[in-house]
């Protein structure tokens, strides 16, 4: 390929993948917009019309929050690309570093400021995300301090994982051969592996407190369901989800001796004991049906493709040329090859992430299938309905814009799924 016609091919993926993003929320915001004067029949008993009204309004304005970072994430990405920013901070940084430090200090320095440089420009966005709406809907809960010591920790964990990793990576790229791409992908896939024990035990704790579940009679009630289901009683913790946000959820993560499922005490405090414990065998259904495991497979998978595609896009100098920057012909390009992926492999992925989207539903429909099985399915319904109006998610979303981009499936779809079917 050429240069032009790369540049080409980048410039109509990108105005496509615009174009489709923006006709999906369009058609978000007009379905939300009609269906916000009436609760949708099968809720009429249970939702009220301020919840409903509540939810419509968050939804739009959650939609039009996004269509903003859309636009300036296209903005900054064709200011690194074609606009020349990458190739302005490369050639800076390979006079400034790379003879007195070495290719991988000039390379880790590359990734350190355009990773600074992208967080500085999205700051005033996700400001306004947690201090406009989400205030405006009374859901933050994030103080400014709180917010500081958060931004404080990201930066530093950034510094000690994120740094020692780009620098393995590029040392694999510079010395491993032909094959690097393939060592390159074992090595992120082993620190993917690593990142799932060591996040929940070690990093997440650093956010929030995670204490045992505490109260007797749900403890029991938990413990009979995990012994029903054959599941090691242990790895049961709420969090102090309450500090940052009134949104409550329910997760299950890491997977061996790590694993776990964690409670926000914001769910829990509004939660009957039966529907916690149906929530928490919807959590169980997930670790049963080896979900995580697929899904971590499928994402190795995946990654694995990405890789092969960067052993062979890393080597072509139309790669970078057609996204505006000169490779060097003395110095090493590994980094800014690496980042040149990174910046533009999303905009190629948002045409696959349905696929991704597709799969997490359907583990979900069998994860409330399983509850059903274990639990009481009534009461995981009436706890699903409930996490809906808490978090002010809407009941009538678009189906074609529910289809793209839903991890979970739309509340009727779900309710409808646990209902019991009628006797005929
Ligand atoms: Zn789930």
Redesign the pocket.
């Known amino acids: 390929m050429n240069s032009v016609v790369w540049t080409l091919v980048f410039a109509l993926a990108l105005a496509a993948s615009l174009g489709l993003r923006a006709w999906l929320a369009s058609r978000q915001v007009r379905h939300v917009a009609q269906h916000r004067d009436a609760v949708p029949a099968p809720f009429r008993d249970t939702v009220d019309l301020v919840a409903h009204h509540r939810a419509a309004d968050y939804t739009l304005a959650r939609i039009r929050l996004g269509q903003w970072q859309m636009a300036f994430g296209a903005i900054t990405l064709l200011g690194w690309t074609l606009f020349g920013g990458l190739d302005l901070l490369n050639a800076t940084l390979l006079d400034a570093v790379l003879p007195r430090w070495g290719g991988i200090a000039y390379g880790v320095a590359l990734f350190a400021a355009v990773l600074a440089i992208e967080g500085l420009l999205h700051l005033p966005l996700d400001l306004y995300a947690t201090f406009g709406i989400e205030a405006r809907f009374g859901f933050n809960r994030m103080t400014w301090r709180l917010w500081i010591a958060d931004a404080f920790k990201g930066v530093l964990l950034a510094v000690v994982i994120g740094g020692p990793l780009v620098a393995l990576v590029l040392w694999i790229m510079a010395a491993s051969g032909p094959l690097w791409w393939l060592w390159a992908w074992v090595a992120w896939a082993a620190f993917n592996l690593i990142a799932l024990v060591l996040v929940p035990t070690l990093i997440a704790p650093l956010f929030n407190r995670f204490e045992p579940l505490r109260d007797a009679s749900l403890e029991a009630r938990v413990r009979a369901l995990m012994a029903r289901a054959g599941f090691a009683a242990k790895g049961l913790f709420v969090m102090d989800g309450s500090r940052r946000s009134a949104h409550g959820n329910a997760y299950f993560t890491g997977f061996g001796a790590a694993r776990r499922v964690v409670f926000f005490d914001t769910l829990l405090a509004r939660l009957a004991p039966e529907e916690v414990e149906a929530v928490l065998a919807?959590?169980l259904g997930?670790f049963k049906l080896g979900h995580i495991v697929r899904r971590i497979g499928v994402m190795l998978f995946a990654a694995l493709l990405l890789f092969a595609a960067f052993g062979y896009l890393a080597g072509q100098s139309w790669f970078y040329t057609g996204l505006g920057v000169r490779p060097g012909l003395v110095g090493p390009n590994d980094a800014v090859a690496l980042l040149l992926l990174v910046l533009v492999a999303p905009v190629f992925g948002s045409f696959i992430s349905p696929l991704f989207a597709g799969l997490s539903r359907r583990?979900?429909f069998e994860?409330d299938a399983w509850a059903a099985r274990h639990a009481d399915g009534r009461a995981l319904a009436s706890a699903l309905l409930k996490l809906h109006e808490d978090n002010a998610s809407t009941l009538t979303p678009d189906p074609v814009y529910a289809r793209f981009y839903y991890s979970?499936p739309p509340a009727v779809e779900r309710l409808a799924a646990l209902s019991p079917r009628p006797v005929p």
């Open positions: 919807h959590e997930h583990h979900e994860a979970h």
